[in-house]
T-cell receptor, first 111, second 116 residues
């Protein structure tokens, strides 16, 4: 269903930058790239989103390639609390934008 | 920071019983959603709600399910006659505008529903 491809898992050392890739080669011109994460079985937490420009907020940076076919979520200084499943979502269905979640990337931050 | 709150955090119910899950969306949001996640599986969309009516629903959202905004703050999901396969985490979300239009949804921490 999801139009994104993410690696199933990644490791990152605490304090280092975590770079999570996402391929979305069939993205259409008006589709945003959204990133969410889910820690244990908590609710999905919104991180960041963008259309074509790079975006930064207090949690992360989002780098979108010029052709928009891929993007990278960057957590600049990963901590143990950033261990979670990270979802890249570009497909929203329906007029209200119902999110379609894939399997995401399980990021493990190690001491 | 405003957040979506859900109660109860855990609900245990006998099969065949009715259950109501409650959500308080972020106060200035107008679009409301329910999702569920069966243990070990993906988060799945159930229903979206705007202007006091259902906007969209998935195949999962059959006649056993209903949603309501009984007052200006609460948003509820009712399952009329629960089945074992309804056991899951149920997440409520809200957004100020439709998500397809540059507006993220914000999620609550969920209600774990266990059907015995």
């Amino acid at each position: 269903d999801a139009k994104t491809t993410q690696p199933p898992s990644m490791d990152c050392a605490e304090g280092r930058a975590a770079n999570l890739p996402c391929n979305h080669s069939t993205i259409s011109g008006n589709e945003y790239v959204y990133w969410y994460r889910q820690i244990h079985s908590q609710g999905p937490q919104y991180i960041i989103h963008g259309l074509k420009n790079n975006e930064t907020n207090e949690m992360a940076s989002l780098i979108i390639t010029e052709d928009r076919k891929s993007s990278t979520l960057i957590l600049p200084h990963a901590t143990l609390r950033d261990t979670a499943v990270y979802y890249c979502i570009v497909r929203v269905r329906g007029s209200q934008g119902n999110l379609i979640f894939g399997k995401g990337t399980k990021l493990s931050v190690k001491p | 920071e405003p957040e979506v709150t859900q109660t109860p955090s855990h609900q245990v119910t006998q099969m065949g019983q009715e259950v109501i899950l409650r959500c308080v969306p972020i106060s200035n949001h107008l679009y409301f959603y329910w999702y569920r996640q069966i243990l070990g599986q993906k988060v799945e969309f159930l229903v979206s709600f705007y202007n006091n009516e259902i906007s969209e629903k998935s195949e999962i959202f059959d006649d056993q399910f209903s949603v309501e905004r009984p007052d200006g703050s609460n948003f509820t999901l009712k399952i009329r006659s629960t089945k074992l396969e309804d056991s899951a985490m149920y997440f409520c979300a809200s957004s100020a505008r439709p998500t397809g239009g540059n507006q993220p949804q914000h999620f609550g921490d969920g209600t774990r529903l266990s059907i015995l």
